[in-house]
């Protein structure tokens, strides 16, 4: 299994991004996916999820300017940005909780990262 995220990038604060992640492989079933990111000396931390039955998570320093998606068919999710501040600056991971070929229990799968900077 692979998750390809991409769509980070520098922006202004106040602006918007969109991240997306895909995953590959022989998956039969996603149960979750979702968005964690890491500042620079900080730990990492959760973002938003967004589960099978579509319940969705945000943390309190993200809701109402993030909105995560996703698209089933493409085993994709978003992640929608708007109003961003400089404290969002960090990397951003996808992760997925999945069953693929060759897995007992459903396995936790992470993303490469994408860096985001807010900056002026």
């Known amino acids: 299994v692979q998750l390809v995220e991409s769509g980070g990038g520098l922006v202004q604060p106040g602006g918007s991004l969109r991240l997306s992640c895909a995953a590959s492989?022989?998956?039969?079933?996603?149960?979750?996916m979702g968005w964690y990111r890491q500042a620079p000396g900080k730990q990492r931390e959760l973002v938003a999820t967004?589960?099978?039955?579509?319940?969705?998570t945000y943390a309190d320093s993200v809701k109402g300017r993030f909105a995560i998606s996703k698209d089933n068919a493409k085993n994709t999710t978003y992640l929608q940005m708007n109003s961003l501040k400089p404290e969002d600056t960090a990397v951003y991971y996808c992760t997925g909780t999945m069953h693929a070929m060759g897995d007992l229990f459903p396995t936790t799968y992470w993303g490469q990262g994408t860096q985001v900077t807010v900056s002026s």
């Open positions: 492989g022989s998956i039969s079933n996603i149960y979750v």
């Open positions: 967004v589960a099978r039955n579509s319940i969705i």
